[in-house]
């Protein structure tokens, strides 16, 4: 008996005595391999000393079983807590929306109407490790806030735990290609001395015009930053690298290599790495954070004139969804978030729209990803200086100039864009109207026509409005920029809608439709020059250089290479010597891009210097701009080339379908063709490969220099 006993006191003493023994086991002990087989990954007969430790002649050093895992008593608030999302979820999938049983009448409306902002519910934003995350669907957030609190039961249940505060995330490489990890960002940070110098290029040439930093907010960090960025928190070391990214485009060649001591291009290639590493490391894709998010929103302002922009327009799209997720479509004052924060996120969510539907408009594309329930409403008309984190109380517009004009004037632009779909279509209808009807009898309504043009002068009284209101050519630079904007996008607009018939050159130079289009790819070109000469002593000609359009100088130099004469010719060639002088990057004829555009541009000179020498009896002098040309270029082969017949024209657009246009002559759409996309390797092999056919991170699109 006192053997039969012996087992059952043993089995009923609690676990955690240490003077009790446990009870004997069966189970055979398990031999690990020794330590040196287990480094080498070899074969361990597990005799001590083994085989392979006898032969390398070293000791043989037994393995020791890792320790066992605490077991973790079961939870009863965590089991409830699963059981409440259960039902949460349960619910959330048999829920039918009230009035679901309807007239046939009621169900035949469309999803979205006028009223739909009426009864929508603002939505939640809730927060988790730092970030912030928007939630329209008020089961969801139940659900949230379980699930919040189940986590923070687990944590505590499991603080021995490390984990890092900010774990890479795996999907971002997808958009900012991966990471190398034998960078190190701080040897990617500027030296001190050029830390306050690209802080200050940023506030005088790219703030203006942006607004997307709170300056009396960020301008502390300074201090931390000339020391390096080891003591900065992550996501303002990302912010500093995308502002002085920025601050590098809106140099020119001679300025970044006097004030850095390297060329603009390997600056740009520096910065550009430290802001996707930053990114990268901080999981953008998955942290909900403003300051984050306003870093990627500047670099995506500084891919702008530098890399295909139907890719660039992709990644604005993720913008959108993270700035979505973020609740930054719903204003502020709905979600009752402080007044700084809300009008610090009126702004950004204004740069964004800006920037996608000028994206959208280069890419021939409608801004389709916006949010449809959207309300954040435009920013108010405030200095830096004028706000500040600690507000309770609603801001109000400020009377009078403000560093704000700018912004205002854009952001009225972007809103006429959003709320008038088919605007580039408008574009297309109206320059091709007089020859559509001409041959067809078709064409747009006159009636329509007429309403746009009414649209059309209500942006422009809408914007001379907020002049008035808020504008002095005399406060500086920016308002002055402000001034120029507003007239180059009323006479641009009013060019563009004005029948071909309502033109000087009607009936002479303009006769067909390809003549028309070559007028207005001309005219275009020349509303750059203008933009460029306005800006270039303000600091602001960074952001005319980023509009530049290729694609339409090429389509220009493709028809001057049968066009020989004409005041439309020599408007033509005035703006190629133009474009050569702002724009030196093209004669890199390394980028298949510039090559092809190079053999158009001699082709024509050699057709044009035929011309002239008939015309006069002897040679014309000879462009900066073709000799430069001609000395990049790898060999002789263009020279023995065909001329290239139209090979520009972008025929092949199925937009024609849409609008009654034969597809055969859609020379307005010039503006939505990627030339990136077009096969450069049949003119020879003079055109080299190069930048232009490497990838966009993981897209397969645009150039990967000084990405």
């Known amino acids: 008996m006192a053997s039969s006993s012996t087992p059952s006191s043993t089995t009923s003493a609690p676990l955690s005595n240490p003077s009790v023994a ?82 046939p009448r009621a169900l035949q409306q469309p999803a979205f109407d006028e009223s739909y902002l009426k009864w929508q519910p603002a939505g939640q934003l809730v927060r988790d490790e730092g970030s912030m995350r928007f939630i329209d669907n008020p089961m969801l957030s139940s659900v949230y806030d379980e699930l919040r609190a189940m986590r923070q039961i687990v944590d505590s249940d499991d603080h021995d735990d490390s984990t890092s505060d900010t774990a890479p995330d795996e999907n971002s490489d997808l958009l900012l290609g991966d990471g190398s990890p034998n960078i190190k960002i701080e040897t990617l940070w500027p030296d001190a001395a050029h830390v306050i110098r690209l802080w200050q290029i940023y506030l005088d040439r790219v703030n203006p015009l942006t607004k997307i930093i709170h300056v009396p907010t960020l301008q502390p960090y300074l201090a931390e930053a000339v020391g390096g960025s080891q003591s900065l928190p992550k996501n303002v070391e990302a912010l500093l690298f995308s502002i002085f990214l920025m601050a590098v485009v809106a140099l020119d060649a001679d300025e970044c290599q006097n004030l850095l001591g390297y060329s603009r291009e390997e600056a740009l290639q520096r910065f550009s790495s430290g802001v ?13 954070d403003l300051t984050i998010l306003q870093a990627l929103v500047i670099y995506l302002i500084s891919l702008q004139g530098r890399y295909n922009r139907h890719a660039a327009w992709i990644l604005n799209g993720v913008v959108i969804r993270i700035a979505q997720k973020m609740g930054m479509h719903r204003d502020g004052e709905t979600l009752g978030l402080p007044p700084f924060e809300s009008e610090m996120r009126r702004r950004l969510w204004w740069q964004i729209i800006m920037v996608d539907s000028k994206y959208a408009i280069f890419s021939g594309l409608s801004h389709s990803l916006l949010p449809r329930n959207w309300d954040t409403k435009p920013p108010k008309n405030l200095n830096d200086a ?45 320059s091709q109207s007089d020859f559509v009807s001409e041959r067809d009898g078709g064409g747009p309504p006159e009636q329509e026509m007429i309403e746009y043009r009414r649209t059309v002068e209500t942006l422009g009284n809408n914007l001379l409005s907020i002049l008035d209101k808020y504008c002095d050519p005399l406060a500086g630079p920016v308002h002055q920029m402000a001034v ?14 004005t029948p071909a018939k309502h033109q000087p050159e009607w009936g002479g130079e303009v006769r067909t439709l390809k003549d028309n289009t070559f007028k207005i790819a001309i005219g275009t070109l020349e ?12 600091g602001f000609m960074w952001f005319s250089l980023a509009h530049f359009q290729i694609d339409i100088f090429m389509y220009m130099a493709g028809q001057l290479c049968h066009r020989t004469e004409g005041v439309l010719v020599e408007r033509a060639w005035r703006q190629v010597e133009v474009v050569y002088t702002f724009h030196p990057e093209l004669f890199d004829t390394n980028n298949k891009l510039h090559a092809a555009l190079a053999v158009f541009i001699l082709k024509a000179w050699r057709k044009r210097e035929e ?21 990049s270029m790898p060999n002789d082969d263009y ?15 199925a937009v024609g379908a849409h609008t009654g246009i034969p597809d055969n002559n859609l020379d307005s759409f010039l503006g939505y063709l990627d030339a ?13 490969g190069g930048a232009g056919g490497s990838s966009f991170g993981a897209f397969g699109m645009g150039p990967q220099v000084e990405w």
């Not at 083994?50 to 608030?77: E, F």
């Not at 509303?527 to 303000?538: G, L, Q």
């Open 611 to 631: 011309t002239l020498t008939q015309r006069t009896g002897h040679r014309p002098e000879t462009p900066f701009y073709v000799d430069r040309l001609r000395t």
């Open 276 to 288: 996707r590493l930053a990114l990268l490391r901080l999981g953008f894709l998955k942290t909900h």
């Open 22 to 103: 446990p009870p004997p086991s069966n189970k055979p002990t398990r031999i690990l391999a020794c330590v040196l087989c287990q480094h080498r990954k070899i074969k361990c007969d597990r005799n001590f000393p083994c085989s392979n430790c006898t032969k390398a002649n070293v000791k043989c050093t037994p393995s020791t079983p890792a320790p066992a895992r605490k077991r973790r008593r079961p939870n009863q608030d965590l089991q409830e807590r699963l059981a409440r999302c259960e039902e949460l979820l349960k619910e959330y999938a048999t829920e039918k929306p009230e009035g679901s049983v309807t007239t």
């Open 639 to 653: 020279k023995s080339e065909p001329t290239p017949p139209d090979p520009y024209t972008p025929a092949a657009l």
């Open 527 to 538: 509303h750059n020059e203008a933009n460029y000469i306005s800006t270039k002593d303000k």
């Open 386 to 430: 004028d706000i500040f984190p600690s507000a309770t109380e609603p801001f109000q517009d400020r009377e009078g100039p403000t560093e704000m004009i700018f912004c205002l004037l854009i952001y009225a632009f972007a809103k006429f864009l959003v709320e008038t779909p088919g605007f580039d279509t408008m574009f297309l209808l109206t």
């Open 676 to 688: 990136s996309a077009l096969d450069w390797d049949m003119f020879g092999n003079q055109v080299n």
């Open 484 to 497: 120029n904007m507003r007239t180059h996008i009323i006479d641009k607009i009013m060019e563009l809608i």
